[in-house]
């Protein structure tokens, strides 16, 4: 049996949803090295390479994402998910979820 081609030309079938799960893995991790990079070298590009300063990108990027996070649960909410489907892709229990974030769902639009 031929091995599986690789390289630029591999083929990903564009309907797979690889967005079901969290995962962490190399695709993850470089953004995230790029990002913390990117953030020391705009904000004190003497400090690249400190472990402080790379701890407070680390830090601006947790808080930005925990803001997001809860944006983009109301979005889905409003997009009719459930629940259950919110708190697979969170790695949670439904209840979980529906308690950590559904203060930050917005109220559905009152009919006038």
Do not use: K
């Amino acid at each position: 049996m031929a091995a599986e081609p690789t390289g630029p030309w591999t083929f990903t079938d564009p309907r797979r949803d690889g967005t079901i799960i969290p995962y962490t893995g190399d695709d993850t991790a470089a953004l995230i090295d790029e990002a913390v990079e990117s953030l020391v070298l705009l904000r004190s590009p003497m400090h690249l390479g400190d472990a402080a300063a790379t701890i407070s990108a680390l830090a601006s990027l947790a808080a930005e994402i925990d803001c997001r996070l809860h944006d983009a649960v109301a979005d889905a909410r409003d997009q009719n998910y459930p629940w259950d489907a919110i708190a697979t892709r969170l790695a949670t229990s439904a209840a979980t979820a529906e308690r950590r974030y559904s203060t930050h769902t917005r109220e559905p639009a009152e009919l006038d």
